[in-house]
């Protein structure tokens, strides 16, 4: 699959200092809209596809773990 991936700047309040910093995400394009990869996996609405915050396409969860014999959980 051949997707779009853009950097974007937001401005967000530091926990620590409480002042407005710049932040890059990067927004992936699928489906036709722009996901912002904000969290660890951002998840298309329209086909179900996870990306994580690199922008980059994760294998599906129902393929999680028969590759590395882990649960995907045990990444927490
Ligand atoms: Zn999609």
């Known amino acids: 699959m051949n997707n779009d991936i853009r950097t974007v700047k937001l401005m967000r309040r530091s926990r620590l200092t409480g002042e407005m910093m710049e932040v890059e995400r990067k927004e992936i394009r699928c489906c036709g809209q722009w996901l912002r990869c904000d969290d660890f996996t951002t998840t298309c609405p329209e086909c179900g596809a996870d990306y994580n915050m690199s922008g980059d396409l994760l294998a599906p969860r129902n393929q ?13």
């Open 64 to 76: 999680w773990g028969e590759e590395t014999g882990e649960h995907w959980c045990d990444c927490y």
